[in-house]
């Protein structure tokens, strides 16, 4: 019995470190994924009057879900002066029959809180779908995206195209 139990004992260890060497392999150098924090870079609408340039950070977890936060405040002339949302959730996944990593991103913003949104905007949600190139040995990715605003109903009331450029955050220990 005692023997049987120190199998266990000794197997369930192994187990619990092999989780913990999985759980801390995607802070290695050298990853091919977009899991991790990035410090991303939009460019909209280049060339027009509607040109926004916004920076934001985002985080892509394993399990295929992504989070990035908006910054708020800040001078009249900043783009996110006025601007409601605070962040947007949503989904990753590596593209399929290439040989380059590749990824599609899709992410939601609500840019109110009501149901069906009142005033002169009737944009109820938005839409943001990019295709991410994963570069640089994973500690940079680019690629373009299409914004789509929609109304509760789901009516296509705008779409427009951009460019995103990311940085990989690293961890920094202290000394």
């Not at 266990?8 to 991790?36: N, Q, Y």
């Not at 940079?140 to 450029?165: C, H, Q, R």
Request: with cysteine; glycine share 12%; hydrophobic share 35%.
């Amino acid at each position: 019995m005692r023997r049987r139990m120190a199998v266990c004992v000794v197997v369930g260890l192994f187990l619990l470190c092999g989780g913990f060497t999985t759980a801390d392999a995607g802070h290695k150098g050298g990853r091919r994924g977009l899991e991790g924090t990035w410090l991303v870079k939009v460019l909209f609408a280049e060339g027009t009057e509607m040109e926004i340039r916004l920076q934001y950070l985002q985080t892509f977890n394993a399990d295929g879900r992504t989070t990035f936060l908006l910054p708020t405040g800040g001078p009249e002339d900043y783009p996110e002066t006025g601007d409601p949302r605070v962040g947007c959730l949503g989904e990753w996944k590596r593209r399929t029959r290439t040989r380059k990593p590749v990824f599609n991103v899709t992410m939601w913003c609500l840019p109110t809180q009501q149901w069906v949104p009142t005033g002169d905007d009737p944009t109820s949600y938005q839409v943001i779908q990019n295709k991410a190139y994963l570069m640089k040995g994973g500690k940079a990715w680019k690629g373009p995206f299409v914004i789509s605003n929609y109304t509760a109903d789901g009516e296509k009331l705008f779409e427009g195209p951009g460019e995103m450029f990311a940085t990989r955050i690293e961890m920094e220990p202290l000394p």
